[in-house]
């Protein structure tokens, strides 16, 4: 047995939702590889009417799974609050809702596109859920059978609910997906008529009936139902699962078919006005419940029992008084768990990417640092470079300056031994003799920055020591800077 749970998930960047938690009862028997199997299972269904998976684990050796919250009422709710029966296309929406569901578990697939083979084998009101919104969600995979987890029912022993069995599932026969709408069957003739198909004192009088499989009429219970969708329940409900639908698609079609052939127009705001007409006080005091549960935000992590108001909660020797929602504090350091203080997933998170963040600043300052002491190490003189095209080098004394303002650029270096080749310099070229990262910084004007202009009082000089400027050499009247960009003389012009 399982309980459910609400819960709270908060996410990096402060992302909350509400989700509701299923773990095992604490019980020796329950293996707790069977509910993360039935997690995996259902993790693997991607469909708008399936209770979606967002996590699964074991936490103080309990196995749980983390799946959407649907806030709104099971379907064994909403007809026990009818009294009676639904309205019919009300009801076969809501059917047929639930058979594309169905029919997406039969056709699931797996990672690499093999097929799943899931056969539910417990389509039962209890596993439906209706949202205030009229949104229609089947869920609990527990007894489903898959190529994954294979037929593990032991002989003699029939696993579900038996009011909603096939008569091959209740006689322990060979099923396949034709027992599933079987159950929608069941589903759709509670709904028209408002009361349960098969019913007996006894579990042995209740089994015997449905391994008979003798569907009452519909009609004759319910009058007002009318006659194309009580003969498709039957076709449903039949004995003989060759005269069944052949898919539940089959079914949703027949069913959608019936919906536009009454000439009424019946959606999820259909769907969600029944659900306000039976239970007008109920969608305000589910969300005042919600609204208290959300007050306690920043409060201590408790694990919330999955019921709304008005109803019973869990008792409390059901559950661990050490168990944490996973989902909230799953993980825990080892002095937080010696002084009991639990850390929740988020804040583990957030110290994650803290520290990543630091290490990528701090390579980055070790990388400017390398490209830095890189393009120091090899200073190049402007006037060791000749003119291109062949062009004789400059043979004259070399200029002081190389821009138009001496007191925002210190005079050239000289050339000396360590001067970097000409083809080094040169745009998209490097010289054998520089090292290739050296060569590719100086070919790519994006990858060396310039020199840092120097200090004012280090450039300027009195007007009595400046030495008389020697004449320009204006042959070539340019010259290339460290860059390998041409620079024009404005002496020779």
């Known amino acids: 047995m399982g309980e459910v749970h609400l819960a709270r998930f908060e996410g990096v960047g402060k992302v909350r939702r509400l989700v509701a938690i299923k773990f095992l009862i604490n019980v020796p028997d329950q293996d707790p590889a069977k509910l993360l199997a039935e997690a995996r299972l259902t993790a693997l269904v991607s469909h708008p009417n399936i209770v979606q998976i967002l996590d699964a684990g074991v936490d103080h050796g ?32 809501i059917v047929s809702d639930l058979a594309l569901a169905v029919h997406a578990l039969h056709e699931a697939k797996d990672e690499r596109g093999r097929r799943l083979d899931i ?47 096939s008569p091959e599932q209740a006689g322990g026969e060979a099923i396949d997906r034709r027992s599933d709408i079987f159950g929608l ?34 009609m004759a219970v319910a009058a007002h139902v009318p006659p194309f969708l009580a003969e498709l329940t039957h076709r449903a409900l039949a004995r003989d699962r060759a005269a069944r639908f052949a898919t539940a698609l089959e079914m949703h079609r027949a069913l959608e078919v019936a919906l536009r052939a009454s000439g009424t127009i019946v959606g999820h705001h259909e769907v ?45 020797a059901q559950m ?6 996973p989902i909230e504090g799953a993980r825990r350091d080892s002095r937080a768990a010696k002084n009991g203080r639990p850390r929740s997933l988020a804040q583990s998170k957030s110290r994650a990417v803290r520290r990543v963040m630091s290490g990528g600043a701090l390579a980055s300052l070790v990388v400017l640092l390398v490209l830095t002491l890189r393009a120091a190490r090899a200073p190049v003189g402007r006037d060791s470079i000749p003119a291109r095209s062949g062009a004789v080098a400059p043979t004259g004394p070399k200029e002081p300056t190389t821009t138009t303002s001496a007191l925002l650029e210190p005079p050239p270096t000289p050339a000396g031994p360590e001067t970097a080749p000409v083809a080094s ?59 390998g960009n041409r620079i024009f003389k404005k002496e020779c012009f």
Not at 320 to 325: E, H, L, R
Request: charged content about 15%.
């Open 185 to 218: 069957g069941a589903l759709l003739w509670e709904a028209l008529a408002g009361r349960r198909l098969f019913e007996g004192n006894t579990d042995n009088e209740l089994l015997a009936r449905v391994i008979r499989g003798e569907a009452p009429p519909l």
């Open 425 to 483: 310099l040169l745009p998209r070229a490097a010289s054998a003799s520089v090292p290739a990262s050296d060569a590719g910084m100086l070919s790519h004007p994006l990858r060396k920055a310039p020199p840092a202009p120097p200090s004012l009082a280090a450039t300027t000089m009195p007007l009595a020591s400046v030495p008389p400027a020697p004449p320009v050499n204006c042959t070539p009247p340019f010259y290339f800077d460290n860059l």
């Open 320 to 325: 661990s008084a050490s168990f944490t929602p």
């Open 119 to 165: 056969i539910h084998r417990d389509v039962t009101p209890h596993n439906a859920l209706v949202s205030w919104d009229g949104v229609v969600k089947l869920l609990d995979l527990g007894i489903a059978r898959s190529r994954l987890r294979g037929a593990t029912t032991t002989t003699g022993v029939v696993r579900g609910k038996l009011g909603y069995m």
């Open 62 to 93: 309990r196995a749980w799974f983390a799946m959407e919250f649907v806030p709104g009422l099971s379907l064994a709710e909403v007809f026990k609050l009818a009294s009676g029966p639904l309205p019919p296309w009300v009801g076969a929406r």
């Open 272 to 316: 969600a006005h029944t659900l306000a007409v039976l239970a007008p006080a109920r969608v305000d005091e589910h969300q005042e419940w919600l609204s208290g549960i959300e007050s306690n935000r920043e409060g201590p992590v408790v694990p919330t029992p999955m019921h709304g108001p008005n109803t019973t909660t869990s008792s409390p």
